[in-house]
């Protein structure tokens, strides 16, 4: 720590840390806008002036750019000297000599860090009177708007695009007053974490293009604390309503999770909450074959009826563990399945049996990008687990912060770091079913079969200790793969291992775990990261069901009655299975939000209310379990779907299910002697601050409060209570001191922009004050295993039959894959056609080339050829959720045909 | 032929000769992005977009990136220019010495203001910063030559001599 003296009064701060960071991290206020606390300092825009002084003789001083000096003990420096701020009003009003002063119509107006910082630095009055120099803008695709009169030329959108997420195609053009930040040509911007751009830069240059149809100023927005319900990364967020619609997705920052960026599955993903195809009312089928519509009071009714004497309960990945539970207390354990398909279930168990054991360190995502070695092994995180991928992206970078470590340059100091380290990176190795986007950032690559990546996993586990078994003979090009992999992670002081489900192979995580496991016994701080499919995959998985998913559905095809909450079985399962278990059971009764396959087959169907409707909890990959909060009340019959389970409980006789409220249910999943860590995942109901206030879901300037439903209704309706959360529904309580858990809107006196965020960490960067929302529930000491003998390799033929057929594979989308966030429209709009992909030689059998169409009679289902050279004889691989397929590629394999009919869908993007 | 060797054929078999050797001296391949533009500059008299693309594609790099190099210097002719491009100095020696009559006795005589090219498409007008030859005040330079001294009277003289 060091002493330094601002403005006269002292302040401890890090040594060698910005002085600029300091400063706010003192809550001091100065104002800046090209540093970022995730892209460092570039000193471009020198808004961050200050004033420094020699020693205490020294009343001149000097002018300094606070970004760009490190923090030495004893330093003197004002921020209120008159020069320092003479000065930096001068730079505000270069800066917005260009600028169009068009607040009123621009969306980032009332949220904007231009805005705060020209206030913050007394620019009040324009003096120049000339002609500014105006641009055309860009279509950049269906996420961003693009306005470039407003830039600034602070230059964060290029450093953040480019240097933090990898893109290519946004960059600065032109020099002096006709910088130019956008494409070569208009067209979509192709990076998928685009979306953070629109918090990113600081004015109104890129903002949220859906946003924007329906768009509503921040202070008139109601928004809570919430998770994504996206994939099992479990960024935080923050959705915001007005008139009943869910109007946008914001990041929510949390310093082990998400830090400050989301991906655009994420942030455009849930458009589905206000489709047209929600279901709002309880339905019940008639004897014509069509739904009746019936109250709410019947729908519990015949709800009790159908589970009174037993039921078959399928549970969902993607609703709540309070949802889970509640139909696994209804049914019964032996009657419940986690609704996980069959394949995954087995494979989240043997995630959870392999965290169990202890063997290994399951990383944040801060973690990750602190790792200076990575294998990834058969998991596409870009398209499973996106926001993994760009913390991966970070952790190649470890290799030249340690090389400017050594040659004395503050890791902030961007340029400096970037310029010594250019050729050098951390360790990444892909072995990918397919070539992946992370093979760019890759140092060794490997393509292969399923089983062969998981027998090159535990060839590399076998190399680095003898006493974990190899598998099969690997071919020279993996062999080498091995070697490599072998040699470079136990180079590594925190090397990390990264695999997944989604390939449905389970020697991958057998692999996986063997290989952390053998090099944390070299003694480093090996990691695992295992991810899964869904918001909630770990969550149910750790509530565990008695059955799985095909015998659920065997059950229910034999007679028994089933409930399906929140799941569209039809996705999962074999669909002859399905089928027979619709046509077989007595009652199908499905709780979802939006209408789909197993609806349609349903006998009752109830409205169950999605992640923005209702409170609940979601456990995220590395157990982490994250409440997300009631955004906005559910309307007419809509429920969170526990409500209509406990209900129909009641009615069925039972007294173990009286529940009213949601603390009472998440007390009862804490019940659960792995779920023990849920109940404090966030304050309960009862939470009250300091001074008793509850927390706003809306910011104090909220308008209209009492007049916006006048166009339906002049009477001015009641304020609703919030009966179950800490927040309240309207801009009565207090933020500030709110755990972090409760954050549902970042604002602070002057900081109208999201930028304001650092007033609620413990430092500018760091962790939230009283530490990052979400409890981790699955670190465990090692356990008392023979760790080398747990897992061993089995011995699979691979290898193609010779008749012709095709064993399929899966590969996923980041648009597209996930079942919810492909029914949004943005995201529809950038997900890829249904297509399958073939090995050169088989696409030659076949005669068809890239771009020709293919048929599989038994999927019933066209696609678009890609040809991939490496991609052995007998294997296709086909995109999940695209193009009528579900989460799952038959087990039996399929014949394919050319399809002389397949047009080419010409691509017609809607501009504008 | 492939899509990315049919790009690089926009450019003629000496332009990517002479970059390939440009790239042979400099340690990765987008470093020679400057010397690449200059000789297919120096070729063709500016760089356009099918060019950029086909430079792009020789580098690695993409052509947005190749683009934000290209603009950022002034030099660098993304639009096509005229025979002759002629650069008038604008900074302080210059303006001293009373450039600015120079200037306007070029733009009569061309019918053109500094930006344009001539209908004949004979001569681009530019302004310029110091050429670094203020000793001879007023200064231009047309394509690679040096006037100092230019008086009014002189103009027409020299523009004569670049047909
Ligand atoms: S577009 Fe925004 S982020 Fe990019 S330079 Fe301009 S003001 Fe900065
Ligand atoms: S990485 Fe996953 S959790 Fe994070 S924003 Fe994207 S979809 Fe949501
Ligand atoms: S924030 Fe320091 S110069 Fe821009
Ligand atoms: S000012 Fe014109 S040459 Fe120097």
């Known amino acids: 720590m060091a002493k330094i003296s601002v403005d006269g009064v002292e302040f401890d701060a890090k040594e060698g840390e910005n002085l600029l960071q300091a400063v706010l991290s003192a809550q001091l206020e100065l104002p800046y806008f090209c540093w970022h606390p995730s892209l460092g300092s570039v000193g471009a825009c020198r808004q961050c002036a200050v004033i420094q002084y020699a020693d205490e003789e020294d009343t001149q001083g000097r002018l300094i750019m606070a970004c760009m000096t490190p923090v030495a003990d004893g330093m003197r420096v004002s921020l209120e000297a008159a020069h320092a701020r003479d000065f930096r009003a001068s730079v505000i009003e270069w800066l917005m000599e260009n600028h169009p002063h068009d607040c009123p119509v621009c969306e980032e107006g009332g949220e904007c860090h231009l805005q705060d910082m020209t206030v913050m630095s007394g620019h009040t009055a324009r003096r120049?009177?000339?002609?500014?120099?105006?641009?055309?803008?860009?279509?950049?695709?269906?996420?961003?708007?693009?306005?470039?009169?407003?830039?600034?030329?602070?230059?964060?959108?290029?450093?953040?695009?480019?240097?933090?997420?990898?893109?290519?195609?946004?960059?600065?053009?032109?020099?002096?007053?006709?910088?130019?930040?956008?494409r070569e040509e208009a067209g979509v911007l192709e990076n998928p974490f685009s979306g953070n751009l629109v918090e990113v830069c600081p004015t109104g240059v890129f903002t949220d293009k859906p946003f924007s149809k329906t768009y509503t100023r921040k202070w008139d927005l109601q928004s809570a604390p919430s998770v994504c319900a996206g994939c099992a990364v479990g960024c935080n967020t923050i959705p915001s309503e007005r008139y009943g619609r869910l109007k946008r997705v914001h990041n929510r920052y949390n310093g082990s999770v998400n830090g400050y960026f989301l991906c655009d599955r994420g942030r455009y993903g849930f458009g589905y909450v206000n489709d047209d195809a929600r279901i709002h009312k309880v339905g019940v089928r008639a004897a014509d074959g069509v739904f009746d519509v019936i109250s709410a009071e019947e729908g519990e009714e015949k709800l009790g009826d159908i589970v009174r004497d037993g039921a078959i309960g399928i549970g969902s990945p993607r609703a709540s563990l309070e949802s889970n539970l509640a139909l696994k207390v209804l049914v019964g354990e032996e009657n419940f399945c986690t609704g996980l398909s069959s394949a995954e279930d087995a494979l989240m168990r043997l995630i959870l049996d392999v965290y169990e054991c202890g063997g290994a360190r399951i990383p944040t995502l801060a973690q990750v990008e602190e790792a200076d070695a990575v294998l990834i092994l058969g998991e596409d995180v870009l398209n499973t687990a996106p926001r993994v991928a760009l913390a991966v992206r970070q952790s190649v970078r470890n290799e030249s912060l340690e090389m400017a470590e050594q040659a004395g340059i503050p890791l902030w100091q961007e340029a400096g770091v970037r310029s010594h380290g250019r050729e050098s990176a951390s360790p990444l190795l892909v072995a990918s079913l397919l070539p992946t986007e992370l093979d760019e950032l890759a140092t060794h690559t490997c393509n292969g079969a399923p089983e062969s990546l998981a027998a090159a996993g535990f060839a590399i586990a076998h190399r680095l200790n003898s006493a974990y078994a190899a598998g099969e003979e690997l071919d020279g090009p993996t062999q080498s793969f091995v070697d490599d992999a072998?040699?470079?992670?136990?180079?590594?002081?925190?090397?990390?291992?990264?695999?997944?489900?989604?390939?449905?192979?389970?020697?991958?995580?057998?692999?996986?775990?063997?290989?952390?496991?053998a090099l944390k016994a070299q003694g480093c701080d090996a990691g695992l990261l295992l991810t899964a499919a869904e918001a909630n995959s770990c969550?149910?998985?750790?509530?565990?069901?008695g059955v799985d998913l095909d015998t659920a559905l065997r059950a229910a095809a034999a007679g028994q009655a089933l409930v399906v909450l929140e799941n569209d079985v039809t996705r999962r399962a074999d669909p002859d299975l399905v089928a027979s278990a619709f046509s077989g059971s007595t009652a199908v009764a499905v709780l979802d939000s939006l209408e789909n396959a197993t609806t349609e087959s349903a006998s009752l169907v109830l409205p169950a209310a999605t992640f923005a409707e209702s409170t609940g909890t979601f456990v995220n990959y590395e157990g982490r379990a994250q409440r997300f909060f009631e955004v906005f009340a559910a309307t007419g019959e809509t429920a969170p779907a526990w409500r209509w389970l406990s209900k129909a409980g009641a009615r069925a006789g039972r007294n173990d299910m009286h529940w009213q409220h949601v603390d009472q249910v998440v007390e009862a999943v804490a019940s659960h002697p792995r779920l023990v860590g849920v109940a404090d995942a966030a304050p309960n109901g009862g939470h009250r601050n300091a001074a008793g206030n509850r927390v706003p879901r809306a910011p104090h300037r909220y308008s209209g409060r009492t007049a916006m439903n006048a166009g339906v209704n002049i009477h001015e309706p009641k304020t609703q209570v919030d009966e179950e959360t800490p927040l309240s529904y309207s801009m009565e309580g207090a933020m500030g001191d709110q755990p972090a858990a409760l954050t549902s809107y970042v604002w602070s006196p002057g900081w109208n922009s999201n930028q304001s965020v650092f007033k609620f960490q413990q430092e500018v960067g760091g962790a939230m004050a009283g530490g990052d929302p979400g409890v981790r529930m699955l670190d465990a000491e090692p356990a008392q295993v023979d760790f080398a003998q747990r897992y061993r390799p089995l011995q699979t033929p691979i290898g193609a039959e010779g008749d012709g057929r095709f064993k399929l594979l899966p590969t996923h989308s980041i648009f597209g894959s996930e079942e919810l966030s492909g029914r949004s429209q943005p995201i529809a709009e950038r997900g890829p056609q249904a297509f399958i992909v073939l090995g050169a030689a088989e696409a030659a059998?076949?005669?068809?080339?890239?771009?020709?169409?293919?048929?599989?009679?038994?999927?019933?289902?066209?696609?678009?050829?890609?040809?991939?050279?490496?991609?052995?004889?007998?294997?296709?691989?086909?995109?999940?959720g695209l193009g009528g397929l579900g989460d799952e590629v038959p087990s039996e394999r399929v014949t394919l045909e050319p399809d002389p009919e397949f047009v080419p869908p010409t691509t017609l993007i809607a501009r504008g | 032929m492939s899509e990315a060797d049919q790009l690089i054929d926009v450019l003629t078999s000496e332009e990517v000769e002479a970059i390939e050797a440009e790239i042979a001296h400099l340690p990765d391949r987008e470093s020679a992005a400057m010397e690449a533009l200059q000789i297919v500059q120096a070729n063709r008299?500016?760089?356009?977009?099918?060019?950029?693309?086909?430079?792009a594609r020789l580098l690695g790099m993409s052509a947005a990136a190749l683009d934000s190099i290209a603009t950022f210097y002034n030099l660098i002719f993304r639009q096509p220019v005229g025979r002759h491009v002629i650069m008038t100095c604008d900074s302080v020696s210059c303006f001293v010495m009373g450039c600015e009559k120079v200037h306007k006795a070029i733009e009569e005589s061309l019918g053109v203001s500094p930006g344009e090219t001539t209908e004949d498409g004979r001569y681009t007008l530019l302004p310029i910063v110091c050429l670094g030859a203020c000793d001879r005040a007023p200064v231009i330079m047309i394509d690679d030559e040096l006037h100092g001294d230019v008086a009014v009277e002189d103009v027409p003289a020299i523009l004569e001599r670049y047909p």
């Open chain 1, 486 to 517: 072998a040699a470079v992670l136990s180079r590594a002081k925190r090397p990390l291992v990264i695999s997944g489900t989604s390939l449905r192979n389970d020697g991958l995580i057998k692999a996986a775990a063997n290989i952390a496991w």
């Open chain 1, 128 to 182: 120049y009177r000339g002609n500014k120099r105006t641009f055309e803008n860009q279509y950049l695709g269906p996420f961003l708007n693009h306005e470039m009169n407003r830039c600034i030329t602070c230059y964060r959108c290029v450093r953040y695009y480019q240097d933090y997420a990898g893109g290519t195609d946004l960059q600065a053009f032109g020099s002096r007053a006709r910088m130019y930040f956008g």
């Open chain 1, 539 to 545: 969550g149910v998985g750790m509530l565990g069901g």
């Open chain 1, 845 to 880: 059998r076949l005669q068809v080339a890239e771009g020709m169409g293919v048929r599989c009679p038994e999927l019933d289902a066209t696609f678009a050829v890609r040809v991939e050279e490496s991609l052995a004889e007998g294997l296709a691989v086909v995109a999940m």
């Open chain 2, 45 to 55: 008299g500016w760089v356009s977009d099918a060019s950029l693309s086909a430079i």
